[in-house]
Each structure stands twice: as C-alpha cells, then as structure tokens.
C-alpha cells in the first residue's frame, strides 16, 4: 500500500507525464506538513529524471512577510529558460505572472555556513543578479484554491523561470526598486518597494538551510529566485510579457 506522501508524488508525476491536472480534493488531507510536502518534492523530482546532481541549480524561494514560513522549491532544468524566451511550445495549465530578483551564490555554502548564516552577512554569499519571470502554473484542477501544503508539494505552483542578464550585485536601497510589468495589450503596471521581504537577499540563510538541511553543500553558481514584487498577474497563451527593474535590467517571455 502507498504511502500519503507516495500517493500524492504518483498523482503530481503523472499530471507532469499527461500534461493534465489531477484532482486535488481526495489528496488534501494526506500531508501532514511541510517535510511531507518536501518529500513529495523530492520523489516526483525522482520520477522524472529531473536532476543529476545533489544539489539543483536553480530554486525559488520566498513567503509573504518576515514572519511568515518560508517556501521552497528546486526547479526543474528544462523549465529554466533565458531571455527573450519563447514558450509558446511549451504546455501550461495556468500562466500567472511574476516579477522577481534572481540572485546567485558567488562560493559554496555547507550545512556549517547556512546554520551560522545571519540575514545582514548573506548578500556577501552573492556575486550576481537578473530580472527573472516566474510563470505560475499548477497541477491541481483546483489551482489556486488547492491547499497550501500540495501547492508546495507541486514546486509551490511553478511553470517555468526566465532569467535576463546576469549583472554584479550590488547593495542597493530596496525600498526604492522600481519595477514595471507590461503583459500583452495592456497597459504596464509599475511597482516600487513591493518585494514581501524588503529585501531579496533576506531569505538567503532561510533557504540555505532547507538546501543543506540533510549535510548537502550547495555549489558556486547555484540560483534563487525570491518572490514576486508584482504578485500574480493574470496572463494568457499568445500574450507577451516583460519585465523591467531599473538598474538591474530586464527579462521577456511570449507565451
């Protein structure tokens, strides 16, 4: 017999292998937390051949304020694109757009360093950042409306990253980013100061140790993505969007 957290990685493999939602309502009460919505990461990773290393290369990570937990997921390769990309081949169940700063690590970090890591040592961890563009997507015909635990267990929501150009970082004064969104016809959004956290790099001792939670050392290179300063923004196939953070650059994605 399945294990809750074996039946739930079965539904979410298959939903990736069919390109078709599964229905979240019977699986709602199996997870119990979110080391079972990890796990359930880590297997359906497994089923699909994602990874050949012990560590991913690229990650999101983020929550809704300083208080609140802090989510992460690794993101498969073949869902990490540069930019201008074009993803009008590529098959989603829901497009919801994110604005966001990529950051990545410019040293290896182990276990030792993330446990000791305070939030005001961690940009010194970064050497380079982009624009990036989340594309929200799910695999639960519930999308949106699914619990928060299989939202985390599905790579909390994840459709596909793309990254501009890398740039160096940089101390800056977060509170003043400016940020604008431009998603098909309509008219560019404009955000300024909306990143949940105040700063990007804040996560980064958070998500370091949920990385090297099991003695794993994260290589040089290795990216996060960090939350979203537009929220979620409805987009649709067909729709170009670009992003556009000054001083840091820009990203593009046709859909």
């Known amino acids: 017999m399945s294990t809750p957290v074996e039946t739930v990685a079965d539904a979410l493999a298959q939903a990736w292998r069919d390109k078709r939602p599964a229905d979240a ?97 961690a940009p010194a961890l970064v050497d380079a950042m982009t624009v990036s563009i989340e594309i929200v997507d799910s695999r639960w015909q519930q999308a949106r409306d699914a619990g928060a635990l299989l939202k985390l267990a599905d790579l909390q929501s994840h459709g596909a990253l793309v990254l501009g150009e890398w740039v160096p970082f940089a101390a800056r004064d977060w509170a003043q980013q400016n940020c604008i969104v431009a998603i098909g016809n309509a008219a560019p959004k404009r955000f300024r100061g909306t990143h949940s956290l105040n700063d990007p790099a804040w996560l980064l001792p958070n998500w370091l140790r949920h990385v090297t939670r099991h003695g794993a050392t994260v290589p040089r290179g290795t990216v996060v993505t960090t939350g979203t300063w537009c929220g979620m923004l409805e987009a649709h196939r067909g729709d170009r969007v670009h992003a556009v953070f000054d001083g840091i650059g820009e990203a593009e994605v046709q859909l």
């Open 25 to 121: 309502a019977p699986l709602e009460r199996l997870l119990l937390g979110p080391e079972d919505a990890y796990a359930v990461q880590d297997q359906v990773a497994r089923a699909s051949g994602w990874f050949d290393a012990a560590v991913p290369r690229h990650w999101k990570s983020g929550g809704a304020s300083r208080p609140a937990v802090m989510t992460h997921a690794p993101l498969p390769p073949q869902r990490v694109w540069p930019s201008p990309s074009d993803a009008r081949a590529a098959h989603f169940n829901l497009r919801l757009i994110e604005a966001e700063v990529a950051l990545r690590l410019g040293r290896e970090v182990g276990a030792d360093d993330a446990a000791a890591l305070t939030p005001e040592a």
